[in-house]
């Protein structure tokens, strides 16, 4: 019981302090979301040049989500027309390149795994964009489009698939700082916590168990912790075989990650697992209800190897630069409450979070909870953005009488 009690702890106070910078980092995506259309991502991803693969990783990096919604929404681009590596870009920026991300990284870990983060994320892409250009034939791409069109459910089909964006023109400060788009921003908000929360939660709780029951020796032994050479070497390879059999993805892998760090894998091992979030197991199955078993093969294939080269890449550059953390400072949150700035923080934020769950509540956000899981064909438009104001006048939440949608 006591041991048990030790990993409910260490998960607690992981939890305790990255809730702040989650509240955060969702709450900024939420503005960006709240007033660019699905329309508007699909049109700038038609081809696979480097302009537009950039286009895509910025796209994919403000509109931040779980990884089973990612997966969803880059199915939609393509299904709509989307370029299918410009899709697979924006899927790895959406759960890689984001700013809750960073900003767990740097509280846990270190401002360096930030960096880290957002170099080896574009590095990943352009890995992954000549691999593709390399490898990926064109019957294997009908094919894949074939399989897409059916439409075949995986998960968070009704989240991937609503546009909860503002429909009304006009200025972008205009529409975000309109009563309307104060109501996108709450949906949105809220809608990425109800999707990141499962793994979240898993995350903390196998991050505790192995913090408190998995000896250090053991990590120290299996990363060849004490031989610089083949640690360097051998992390890149055998993080995303982790991150695959862990079943945890998106943000809910880091406090595994700072585990990881502090058991002694390498600076790019811990890299290439927190990219590898796009392999695990049931997403790979997902991929192949998509795209069919040759194509989440061929995905498994590339998106290994592009995490495996990132990691290496970003392990001898930040090596060279000297900008290799030392893993005797790396530390397992276990203080639990106290107060510091951690608990102010968490303090400003449940506040704000507690202001867009009562806009969110009221309206009519819980009618979209229940259509998460969804169809990939139903949902797209959720009603309700473009008359804020005629609810607050009283209309219900579901009357969607004089709306302007695309």
């Given at each position: 019981m006591?041991a048990?009690?030790?990993?409910?702890s260490?998960?607690g106070?992981?939890?305790?302090e990255?809730?702040?910078?989650?509240i955060l980092g969702f709450a900024?995506?939420?503005?960006?979301?709240g007033v660019v259309?699905?329309?508007t991502?699909?049109?700038?991803l038609?081809d696979d040049r480097?302009r537009?693969?950039?286009?895509a990783?910025?796209l994919?990096?403000?509109?931040?989500?779980?990884s089973?919604?990612?997966v969803?929404?880059?199915?939609?681009l393509?299904?709509?027309g989307a370029?299918?590596?410009a899709a697979?870009?924006f899927?790895?920026a959406?759960?890689n390149?984001?700013v809750?991300?960073?900003?767990?990284?740097?509280?846990?870990?270190g401002?360096q795994f930030?960096a880290?983060?957002?170099?080896?994320?574009?590095?990943?892409?352009?890995l992954?964009s000549?691999?593709?250009?390399?490898?990926?034939?064109d019957?294997?791409l009908?094919?894949?489009?074939e399989?897409?069109e059916?439409?075949?459910a995986?998960?968070?089909e009704?989240?991937?698939?609503m546009?909860m964006s503002?429909?009304?023109?006009?200025?972008f400060?205009?529409?975000?700082?309109?009563?309307d788009?104060f109501t996108a921003?709450?949906?949105?908000?809220?809608?990425?916590?109800a999707?990141?929360?499962r793994?979240?939660?898993?995350?903390?709780?196998?991050a505790?168990?192995?913090a408190a029951?998995v000896?250090?020796s053991?990590w120290?032994?299996f990363f060849?912790?004490?031989?610089p050479l083949?640690?360097?070497?051998?992390g890149?390879?055998?993080?995303p075989?982790?991150a695959i059999a862990?079943f945890?993805?998106s943000i809910?892998?880091?406090?595994?990650a700072?585990?990881?760090?502090?058991?002694g894998?390498?600076?790019?091992g811990v890299?290439?697992?927190?990219f590898a979030d796009?392999?695990?197991l049931p997403i790979?199955?997902?991929?192949?209800?998509y795209?069919?078993?040759?194509?989440?093969?061929?995905?498994l294939?590339?998106?290994?190897?592009a995490?495996v080269l990132?990691?290496y890449?970003?392990?001898?550059?930040?090596?060279?630069?000297?900008l290799?953390?030392d893993q005797a400072?790396?530390?397992?949150?276990?203080?639990?409450?106290?107060?510091?700035?951690?608990t102010?923080?968490?303090?400003?934020?449940?506040?704000?979070a507690?202001v867009l769950?009562?806009?969110?509540i009221r309206?009519g956000?819980?009618?979209m909870?229940r259509m998460?899981?969804g169809?990939?064909?139903?949902?797209?438009d959720?009603?309700g953005?473009d008359?804020a104001?005629?609810?607050?006048r009283g209309?219900?939440p579901?009357?969607?009488?004089?709306?302007?949608?695309?």
């Amino acid at each position: 019981m006591h041991a048990v009690l030790h990993a409910l702890s260490i998960a607690g106070s992981m939890t305790w302090e990255i809730t702040w910078a989650l509240i955060l980092g969702f709450a900024l995506s939420a503005l960006v979301q709240g007033v660019v259309r699905k329309s508007t991502v699909v049109s700038l991803l038609g081809d696979d040049r480097p302009r537009t693969l950039a286009v895509a990783a910025g796209l994919g990096a403000a509109s931040s989500s779980c990884s089973y919604a990612a997966v969803a929404l880059a199915r939609s681009l393509f299904r709509k027309g989307a370029n299918f590596t410009a899709a697979m870009s924006f899927e790895i920026a959406s759960t890689n390149l984001v700013v809750e991300l960073g900003v767990i990284l740097a509280l846990l870990m270190g401002w360096q795994f930030t960096a880290a983060e957002f170099v080896g994320g574009p590095i990943m892409i352009i890995l992954l964009s000549v691999l593709f250009r390399v490898f990926l034939r064109d019957k294997l791409l009908r094919a894949a489009r074939e399989q897409a069109e059916r439409g075949l459910a995986g998960s968070m089909e009704g989240h991937a698939s609503m546009d909860m964006s503002v429909h009304r023109e006009g200025p972008f400060a205009r529409r975000l700082f309109s009563p309307d788009g104060f109501t996108a921003t709450s949906h949105v908000f809220v809608m990425e916590w109800a999707a990141i929360l499962r793994d979240l939660v898993v995350g903390l709780l196998i991050a505790g168990a192995i913090a408190a029951w998995v000896p250090d020796s053991f990590w120290r032994a299996f990363f060849f912790d004490g031989h610089p050479l083949a640690a360097k070497l051998w992390g890149p390879v055998v993080g995303p075989l982790v991150a695959i059999a862990s079943f945890v993805c998106s943000i809910g892998n880091v406090p595994l990650a700072v585990v990881l760090w502090k058991g002694g894998i390498s600076f790019g091992g811990v890299v290439a697992f927190i990219f590898a979030d796009l392999l695990i197991l049931p997403i790979l199955n997902i991929y192949r209800k998509y795209y069919g078993v040759r194509t989440a093969a061929f995905l498994l294939g590339t998106f290994y190897v592009a995490t495996v080269l990132a990691g290496y890449i970003v392990e001898f550059a930040f090596g060279g630069l000297g900008l290799i953390p030392d893993q005797a400072d790396a530390r397992v949150p276990m203080e639990g409450l106290s107060w510091n700035y951690t608990t102010w923080l968490n303090i400003a934020f449940l506040l704000l979070a507690a202001v867009l769950l009562v806009r969110f509540i009221r309206t009519g956000g819980l009618s979209m909870l229940r259509m998460m899981g969804g169809s990939p064909d139903t949902g797209h438009d959720h009603p309700g953005h473009d008359h804020a104001g005629h609810q607050q006048r009283g209309q219900q939440p579901g009357d969607t009488h004089g709306g302007h949608h695309n």
